[in-house]
């Protein structure tokens, strides 16, 4: 599923840099630099399904993802 689709989904802020996700108030967490698009998918996907245990758990109140070109950033607050 595509990133943007998978925050869509589950109420997830997307982020186009880290700047943006650090200015909105979010922590920024895990990172990964995925060589092509189906990786990246594949990164964002682990990336946010650790997010969305957290928040579920209580640990964090928002979850979001930061794709910033090639890379995935998970964000939380």
């Known amino acids: 599923m595509h990133p943007q689709d998978l925050a869509k ?20 967490g895990q990172s990964m630099q995925p060589r092509n698009a189906w990786n990246r998918d594949s990164a964002a996907q682990a990336i946010f399904y650790d997010l969305l245990r957290r928040k579920q758990r209580g640990e964090v109140s928002e979850i979001g993802l930061v794709l910033d070109g090639s890379a995935v950033t998970g964000a939380y607050k």
């Open 9 to 28: 989904q589950h109420d997830a802020k997307v982020f186009d840099s880290t700047q943006a996700a650090e200015s909105a108030g979010f922590t920024l």
